[in-house]
């Protein structure tokens, strides 16, 4: 803001993208700690079910991936 310039808005495209990714961001999380406190009581990869194993994945790689794609955006936003 040199000279006393206004501040410049963001669009409103930007902050709906941004809002969404952290709502997915913070649903996988959410679904890691479910799985955390509500998992099976597995005590051996072969007692822990496909399903489950899958959902640990998606989670894992939904918040790995949102918080790379909000660093992202944030970063793009401050170069701009």
């Given at each position: 803001?040199?000279?006393?310039?206004p501040?410049?808005?963001?669009?409103?495209?930007?902050?709906?993208?941004?809002?969404?990714?952290?709502?997915?961001?913070?649903?996988?999380?959410?679904?890691?700690?479910?799985?955390?406190?509500f998992?099976?009581?597995?005590?051996?990869?072969?007692?822990?079910?496909?399903?489950?194993?899958?959902?640990?994945?998606?989670?894992?790689?939904?918040?790995?991936?949102?918080?790379?794609?909000?660093?992202?955006?944030?970063?793009?936003?401050?170069?701009?």
């Amino acid at each position: 803001m040199p000279n006393g310039a206004p501040p410049e808005t963001i669009p409103a495209t930007f902050k709906t993208v941004f809002f969404v990714v952290v709502g997915l961001t913070i649903l996988s999380f959410l679904g890691l700690a479910v799985l955390a406190i509500f998992g099976d009581k597995g005590t051996s990869e072969a007692q822990i079910g496909m399903f489950q194993k899958s959902f640990f994945a998606a989670c894992n790689f939904g918040w790995q991936a949102g918080l790379g794609a909000i660093l992202g955006l944030i970063g793009g936003k401050v170069t701009s």
